[in-house]
């Protein structure tokens, strides 16, 4: 690795790699969500296995946007009901919950920040593809809960002295926290949280959205884009925007490429954070 | 660090390597020389200063020039120069040299091996039959220490996970403990040798193909024309140059056109000899 940089990228690798594993019984599910020839019975087969996901599973579909009139009591009513997609991210997120509810001091992030920031991006992820004219695989909604995942690690190796020069390359040489942790680190969060995602077995694709969150040009893959995306929307939710008034650019050959005019983004935006307003509870954010 | 220690690691730098430090990369300095000087058991920078000013350790000196060189590489960097090499300038190249069967590369900042590796994978993977031609791939980079990387050919989790592909992953690298190796018969096509662009440059065959990527940027405008001037006396007739993204030869060497193919700006000769 770089020889010159203030951090040990193999401690970091290896920090990595000593993470507690995520239950099989997710991972099984994961790996299950991005094969294309897995059925519905067949997701609902493997969750009916695992009882602590089956209880988290008939909370999510039976929370209040969820709930229809009639109440869902089978594993297979309930993947039926919220797909794949929403099945594999509440498994993710319920399985990630407790690393990613801890403050992050390293990001200035308190208490349960980062978690509602997962599920913001997270429920983004979901309004993303009623806009998108392309197909959005169902892994990207996991992609965008678990992006910011790399923090988590990140922030274990931030000396008071390293983050000292983090903030000299933003502030004085006007860079992107991203850039000051590729130039003085040599290694940026979203590469180490696919390397955490990696560790834990979950598909290529999962990986690929959240080590290019900030860099979809090049993912070279539709997952980055979404997540990319959705980690902006998140953010606008959260300073309590409306989206009416954009306060972000995305770039312009993300949007082409998910077949978004720029004037769809408030609406977007919009329907993401009543979304939120509703869903969250789903994620107990 | 103070201001005469900065002026003076900056112009040391530009003396030995040409690469341009301007004010406000103090903290880039900073952090690339304290992070030497404990490599090298020094108490701070002002210690390794002034063990450099003293010009009693050569090895030292040099280290500083390394450290100050940005390493920043990765498999396929920027995808679509790569697209445009395999659809369109390797097919033109093998065809024209298909009577010799010879086919010259050179890599001018090849750091960690990412980029001439790449190439070999697109050679391995679509013109296969240039492996049995006289491939002369020279590979170059103006840091020793960087160069012993490449040779080796490993390659951490993370840095493999920087554009390359599983299918080429599986494909072409093999595990060894917690890193991966690149093939062994690629890897040895490769002549990796050391080359510092602003003085003597080593004898090269002509170059049908030169990969100068994302190393121009860092010199100035002078420095710039000089290299490009003695790329362009490189290159074969109807050989390419690629450049970075951010890099042209425009207003610096009108010997060489562009020319756009796909997404990406690749460079010719005006007037092949």
């Known amino acids: 690795m770089n020889e010159n940089t203030l951090v040990d990228l193999d401690a970091m690798i290896a920090k990595a790699n000593e993470l507690a594993p995520l239950p099989a019984s997710t991972v099984r599910l994961a790996q299950a969500v991005s094969s294309a020839e897995t059925t519905l019975e067949d997701v609902a087969e493997l969750i009916a296995l695992d009882q602590a996901l089956t209880a988290t599973l008939l909370r999510g579909a039976n929370s209040v946007a969820s709930a229809s009139a009639t109440p869902v009591r089978s594993v297979k009513e309930a993947v039926m009901r919220l797909g794949t997609a929403r099945v594999l991210a509440l498994a993710v997120a319920s399985s990630t919950r407790g690393m990613l509810n801890t403050p992050v001091t390293g990001y200035g992030l308190r208490q349960g920040e980062l978690w509602r920031h997962s599920i913001a991006s997270g429920i983004a992820a979901e309004v993303i593809p009623s806009y998108a004219s392309v197909g959005v695989p169902p892994e990207a909604f996991t992609a965008a809960i678990l992006h910011d995942i790399g923090k988590l690690l990140m922030t274990k190796f931030l000396s008071e002295e390293i983050m000292g020069f983090l903030r000299r390359a933003e502030e004085g040489d006007h860079l992107t926290r991203l850039d000051s942790e590729r130039v003085l680190l040599s290694v940026h969060h979203g590469e180490l949280g696919g390397l955490m995602a990696q560790h834990w077995r979950l598909p290529e694709r999962i990986v690929t959205g959240i080590i290019y969150h900030h860099e979809p040009d090049a993912g070279n893959d539709v997952t980055a884009d979404v997540t990319y995306l959705a980690n902006l929307v998140a953010k606008q939710i959260e300073a309590g925007l409306d989206g009416r008034q954009l306060d972000f650019q995305p770039s312009p050959a993300v949007l082409e490429r998910l077949g978004l005019r720029p004037d769809e983004l408030p609406t977007l935006n919009q329907a993401a954070a009543k979304r939120y307003a509703q869903v969250s509870a789903r994620y107990n954010a | ?273």
Not at chain 2, 156 to 165: A, I, T
Request: net charge positive; charged share 25%; proline share 5%.
């Open chain 2, 1 to 273: 660090m103070n201001a005469a220690d900065f002026t003076y690691v900056c112009g040391f730098v530009r003396d030995e390597s040409a690469i341009v430090l301007e004010p406000g990369k103090e903290y880039l300095v900073e952090s690339r020389l304290l992070t030497l000087a404990r490599k090298v058991g020094l108490p701070s920078i002002e210690d390794l200063i002034g063990q450099v000013r003293t010009a009693k350790d050569p090895a030292l000196k040099r280290k500083v020039v390394d450290a100050m060189t940005t390493n920043e590489s990765s498999f396929f960097r920027d995808i679509h120069p790569f697209e445009t090499l395999k659809k369109h300038i390797l097919p033109e190249i093998i065809a024209r040299r298909q009577k010799e069967r010879e086919l010259s590369i050179w890599c001018g900042a090849a750091s960690s091996g990412q980029e001439p590796f790449t190439i070999m994978m697109i050679l391995a993977e679509y013109f296969p039959q240039v492996l049995d031609w006289n491939l002369k791939f020279i590979a170059t980079d103006l840091s020793t220490e960087i160069l012993a990387r490449a040779r080796s050919g490993r390659f951490s989790q993370l840095e493999v996970n920087r554009g390359l592909p599983a299918t080429l992953l599986v494909k072409h690298f093999t595990r060894q403990g917690t890193e991966w190796e690149f093939s062994e018969k690629l890897r040895r096509r490769v002549n990796f040798q050391e080359l510092n662009l602003i003085k003597d440059w080593p004898v090269m065959p002509p170059a049908d193909l030169v990969f100068l990527r994302n190393v121009l940027i860092y010199f100035d405008v002078e420095t710039k024309k000089a290299i490009l001037g003695r790329v362009r006396r490189l290159l074969r007739p109807g050989g390419t140059l690629f450049l970075g993204g951010a890099e042209t030869t425009l207003n610096l060497d009108d010997g060489f056109v562009a020319v756009v193919k796909d997404r990406t700006s690749c460079y010719q000769l005006r007037f092949p000899q």
